[in-house]
């Protein structure tokens, strides 16, 4: 009833001729580290994104060129064994290497991940994952005219002065409790340099290069 009530407001409000054209954004880098945190924090999306990106991540981050090959398979296959096992939980569970690196931990941090996107940036299919390619590649809102860019990470008084403009002021709380009814909320300013700092030189300037666009359509200072 509320959402039918909500959607009839608005419009009338067209009706009248009171369009209003927004879009919410948010930072480009907080984008990768919600779907980095996704895979930490619901162990099962790691066997659901293992093969798009999750176990080349992983491996490619932490294989040692000084194991002999006996050593690195059993890594791998430990790994393997771990995933599977995320799906069909298995009763005769044998323990793995303390010493795994693929499992310490088993799903790929923030700087691997972005070895990852420059490992495969324009090159294949897992390079423009929608979770990190430049929102200019994938949305038309160059073709728009907007009147109101909101940043996520402004919330609420940004969300606010949405409301205001569309008359919706009324329903401010509502729209309150649906974004913090949210488990897995957009990185903020302090996670966003919290993983900025576990970046090197060269992954940064490769996240500013890639996503120059965006940085300046949306008002971002570069990462």
């Known amino acids: 009833w509320y959402q039918r009530r909500v959607r009839k407001q608005w419009y009338q409000r067209r009706v009248r001729g009171a369009n209003l054209r927004f879009t919410v954004v948010r930072h480009p880098f907080s984008r990768i580290i919600s779907h980095q945190r996704k895979v930490?924090?619901?162990p099962k999306q790691i066997y659901a994104q293992r093969g798009l990106w999750v176990e080349d991540a992983v491996l490619d981050g932490r294989t040692n060129s000084s194991w002999d090959l006996k050593l690195t398979q059993k890594y791998k296959d430990e790994y393997t064994s771990?995933?599977?096992e995320l799906?069909?939980?298995e009763p005769f569970h044998q323990p793995f290497s303390k010493e795994n690196p693929y499992l310490n931990?088993?799903?790929p941090t923030v700087p691997e991940l972005v070895d990852f996107i420059m490992k495969h940036r324009d090159k294949d299919d897992n390079g423009q994952n929608g979770h990190?390619?430049?929102t200019l590649e994938w949305c038309d809102i160059c073709q728009n005219e907007l009147d109101i860019i909101i940043q996520l990470?402004?919330?609420?008084?940004?969300l606010f002065y949405l409301l205001k403009h569309t008359g919706l002021w009324e329903h401010r709380q509502s729209f309150l409790e649906k974004h913090n009814s949210s488990s897995n909320k957009s990185a903020g300013r302090k996670e966003i340099e919290k993983y900025r700092a576990q970046l090197n030189q060269k992954q940064i300037n490769?996240?500013?290069n890639m996503y120059a666009a965006d940085l300046e359509m949306f008002g971002y200072d570069p990462i």
């Open 105 to 107: 931990p088993p799903y």
């Open 206 to 208: 490769f996240l500013n």
């Open 132 to 134: 990190w390619r430049p």
């Open 40 to 42: 930490m924090n619901y």
């Open 153 to 158: 990470e402004e919330e609420p008084m940004e």
């Open 87 to 89: 799906k069909y939980p």
């Open 82 to 84: 771990y995933v599977l």
